[in-house]
T-cell receptor
Framework: GQSLEQPSEVTAVEGAIVQINCTYQ??????LSWYQQHDGGAPTFLSY????GLEETGRFSSFLSRSDSYGYLLLQELQMKDSASYFC???????????FGSGTKLNVKP | DGGITQSPKYLFRKEGQNVTLSCEQN?????MYWYRQDPGQGLRLIYY???????QKGDIAEGYSVSREKKESFPLTVTSAQKNPTAFYLC?????????????FGPGTRLLVL
């Protein structure tokens, strides 16, 4: 089977840095993605890692270590609008299927 | 503007009733997906389709059916066999063959049982 583990909730203050971890177990692997979802809204794509290392997109960065089956999303200079749920997703044994973690709710406080 | 539309935004189902959720995309994407999201949970795959006239079951297909007669459209029917249909339903699409395969999501349909 496929499983993805991420913390259920994280709280941080405005302007801080927060890291959201994701560990996965899949029988195949074709890349790790991150999505953001505000309450009541649709998920939107943030970042993708197909190879080991760090990908940076503005205030957001994502890291992957395939040998450790681990990745993280790093959010810098937190803003109130970053309060949302963040999901990691993996393309596993079936190249055409995506598996999502249960999500991490990020609460940004003033 | 290119994107994915879902309708209706809210849908109410009576006991024993089949209901159909609409999903349309004008992104020219080959692949389309249906996910179910329960409160505080992640997304679970119901059905997916890589090309017209072909679709595959996901992890929770029981009680659901789909069709893919056109590239742009991928409607989902929630049948009376689905005993716990109350959830947020998300449709997504993606290009295939690029490797990155970002998924683009529609705004979702909330299904409630009367």
């Amino acid at each position: 089977g496929q499983s993805l583990e991420q913390p259920s909730e994280v709280t941080a203050v405005e302007g801080a840095i927060v890291q959201i971890n994701c560990t996965y177990q899949t029988s195949g692997f074709y890349g790790l993605s991150w999505y953001q979802q505000h309450d009541g809204g649709a998920p939107t794509f943030l970042s993708y890692n197909g190879l080991d290392g760090l990908e940076e997109t503005g205030r957001f960065s994502s890291f992957l270590s395939r040998s450790d089956s681990y990745g993280y999303l790093l959010l810098q200079e937190l803003q109130m609008k970053d309060s949302a749920s963040y999901f990691c997703a993996v393309r596993g044994d079936n190249f055409n299927k995506f598996y999502f973690g249960s999500g991490t709710k990020l609460n940004v406080k003033p | 503007d290119g994107g994915i539309t879902q309708s209706p935004k809210y849908l109410f189902r009576k006991e024993g009733q089949n209901v159909t959720l609409s999903c349309e995309q004008n992104l020219n994407h080959d692949a389309m997906y249906w996910y179910r999201q329960d409160p505080g949970q992640g997304l679970r795959l119901i059905y997916y389709s890589q090309i017209v006239n072909d679709f595959q079951k996901g992890d929770i297909a029981e009680g659901y059916s789909v069709s893919r007669e056109k590239k742009e459209s991928f409607p989902l029917t929630v049948t009376s066999a689905q005993k716990n249909p109350t959830a947020f339903y998300l449709c997504a699409s993606s290009m295939t063959g690029t490797g990155r395969e970002t998924q683009y999501f529609g705004p979702g349909t909330r299904l409630l049982v009367l």
